[in-house]
C-alpha cells in the first residue's frame, strides 16, 4: 500500500504537486491520470526519494522509501525507460541494478525472458528500439520481485500486441494482490486496465475513483447521418443532449446507441456511422478541462 | 564495512567494466604515463650531469609520462558520475540505492581502488623502465631499496587515485562531462604546470609550493628541494584538499533533486 499524505512540490513559484492526498490499494491497478503537466511524474519521483517534497508525506506498506536497505525487493518501478546507459548491454544494465540489492545474476536472465528480450541481452541498450526499451524498463522494476509497483507511462512507445502484453502483465500482478500505480494521460488505455483511478490536474487531487463508477458517470454515442436536421430534433426529444461536431459528425449524450439506431430507423435516415465513443476519454476531459495547462488554439 | 555498501560497490565495479571503452582507455594511459616516461627519462638523462646533485631519477622517470597520465585519469573518474548524469542512469541508480551517501562512496571506492591498482602498475613500470634507460644513459639509477624510493614509487600510484577522485568529485559537483572534464585539466594541469610560467613569480612560486597537486607531487620526489612541502606534507595538503571537494560533492549530492 502506498500512502501519499498531503503532499507538496514547488520549483521556484510553480507548484506541481499541490496537497495531494490519496492512498494505492494492493490487489489492484490504480490508474494515475492527468494531462501533460499535471504532476503525476513528479509524484512518482517523490515516492521514490528522487525528489524532496517542500511538505506532506509518503509511505510504502507504512515505511520510508530512502530507508529501505534493499527497496528492489520491496518496490520496483519504471519512471523513464530511457534513463539507460546506451553504451551498455541489456544483461549488464539488468546486473548493475541487480547487484546493488544482492539479487542473484539468475534473476537477471529470468526477467529477460519475462519480457521477451533474451534473444537481444547481449546487444547496446542504445540500439532498442522504444518499445525495446520499455520492456527492459520492465524488467529493471520486477528484478526484485516486489509488492509494489511504480509504473510511469509503461505502454509509451508500445506497439499494440506489447501494449496487450503489459496489460495482461499487470492484471497478473494485481492479481497476485500487489499493489501498482500506473499512470498515463490515456484515459481509453486505463479504462481496459485499471480497476480504480486517481485523476489529478495542476496537481491537484480532482477524483479518487472506482472504474466502474466512472464509466457510469456518462456515455457519449458519436454519430454521422445523411439527414441530420431531421433526426437532431427527435434525438433530443428522446432525452439526447447533442454537441455538434466540426465535420458532420455529431456526440449524443444521454441514448445508448441502440435507442439511436431505433430512432433513426424510425425517422428513416441513414445512419453512417454510429460509435459509442470516447465515452471516458470525454468524461476524463470534462473532469480534467479546467486544468489543461497546454491547450491547443481552435484551429 | 556493511554488506549493502559492497553490493553497491560490486555493481560499480560492473558499471565501470560494462562500459566497452573504460577498460581499453585504463590500458592505454598506463601505456601512456610507460612510454611517455621512458622519453622524458631518456631526454632528462642526457643532460644529468649539468644538473648535477638536484638530479632525481625517480622522479625524472615517473613525473613526464604522469602529466600526460593524469588527464585521462581525471577525465575517467568525472564520467563515473557525469556518464550517469547524460544518460538518465543517475535516476535509475538512486531509485535502486536511494541512500545517495551510499551510492556516492561507491562510486568514490570503487574508481578509487581502480585508480590505485593502474596507478601502481603504471607507476613501477615506469619506474623500472626509467631506471634501465638512466643507467643506460650513463647516469646513476635510483634502486627502491633507497631512501625514500619505494615511498616515491607508491606514491605515485597515490597521486593517481587522489587525481581520479578529484574527477568524481568535480563531475558529481558539476555534473556535465565537459565542464568537469575542463575543470580537472585546468586544476591539475594548467594551473599548476602551465600556470607558473605565465604568473607574477611570486604567485607563481606559491602556486608550485601549496597548489594542491604540486603540493602533492613532492611524494614522488627524493632529492628535496628545502622550498617545496616535505613528500608527506605535500601529500598530505592534497588529500586534504581531495576530501574537502569531495564533503561538498557529498553534501551536495544529497540535497540535489535528481
Ligand atoms: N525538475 C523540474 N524543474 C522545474 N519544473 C519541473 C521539474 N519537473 C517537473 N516540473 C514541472 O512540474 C509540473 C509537473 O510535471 P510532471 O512531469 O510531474 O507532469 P506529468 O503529469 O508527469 O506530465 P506528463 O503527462 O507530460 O508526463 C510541470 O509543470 C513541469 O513543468
Ligand atoms: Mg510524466
Known sequence: MIRIDRLTKRFGDRTAVDGLTFTVEPGRVTGFLGPNGAGKSTTMRMVLGLDKPNSGSVTINGRDYVGMTRPMREVGALLNAHAVHDRRTARNHLLCLAQTNGIPGRRVDEVLELVGLESVAHKRAGSFSLGMGQRLGIAAALLGDPQVLLFDEPVNGLDPEGIKWIRELMRGLAGENRTLLVSSHLMSEMAQTADHLVIIGKGKLIADIGIGEFLRQGSNVLVRADDQDRLVPRLVEAGGSIQQGTDGSFIVTGLDTRQIGKIALDVGVVLTELTPQRSLEQAYMGLTRDSVEFQAGAA | ?258
Not at chain 2, 631518456?42 to 648535477?52: I, L
Not at chain 2, 565542464?179 to 604546470?193: E, G
Not at chain 2, 614522488?220 to 571537494?245: K, N, S
Request: charged share 10%; proline share 5%; with cysteine.
Open chain 2, 1 to 258: 564495512m556493511s554488506a549493502a555498501i559492497a553490493d553497491t560497490m560490486r555493481s560499480e565495479w560492473t558499471k565501470f567494466r560494462s562500459i566497452p571503452s573504460n577498460l581499453p582507455i585504463l590500458l592505454a594511459t598506463v601505456t601512456v604515463m610507460v612510454g611517455a616516461s621512458a622519453l622524458t627519462t631518456s631526454r632528462a638523462s642526457e643532460n644529468h650531469q649539468a644538473v648535477g646533485a638536484a638530479f632525481d631519477p625517480t622522479y625524472i622517470s615517473m613525473y613526464g609520462g604522469f602529466l600526460f597520465a593524469q588527464i585521462s585519469v581525471g577525465a575517467l573518474g568525472v564520467l563515473v558520475v557525469t556518464s550517469e548524469y547524460a544518460t538518465g542512469m543517475i535516476r535509475t541508480s538512486l531509485t535502486v540505492v536511494p541512500r545517495r551517501g551510499r551510492l556516492l562512496a561507491a562510486k568514490v571506492w570503487t574508481f578509487g581502488l581502480i585508480a590505485l591498482v593502474t596507478g601502481e602498475v603504471a607507476a613501477f613500470c615506469s619506474f623500472l623502465l626509467g631506471q634501465i634507460m638512466i643507467g643506460a644513459g650513463g647516469a646513476s639509477p635510483a634502486t627502491l631499496d633507497q631512501p625514500g624510493v619505494l615511498r616515491a614509487v607508491v606514491g605515485m600510484g597515490l597521486v593517481w587515485v587522489l587525481v581520479g577522485l578529484i574527477g568524481v568529485a568535480l563531475g558529481c559537483l558539476l555534473r556535465n562531462t565537459m565542464a568537469a572534464t575542463t575543470m580537472v585539466t585546468a586544476v591539475n594541469f594548467i594551473i599548476p604546470i602551465i600556470g607558473p610560467r605565465l604568473m607574477p613569480a611570486a604567485v607563481g612560486e606559491w602556486v608550485t609550493t601549496y597548489w594542491p597537486i604540486s603540493a602533492g607531487l613532492q611524494v614522488i620526489t627524493t632529492a628535496h628541494h628545502p622550498e617545496r612541502l616535505a613528500p608527506w606534507t605535500g601529500f598530505g595538503l592534497m588529500t586534504a584538499c581531495t576530501a574537502a571537494l569531495l564533503m561538498a560533492a557529498f553534501a551536495v549530492f544529497r540535497l540535489r533533486d535528481v
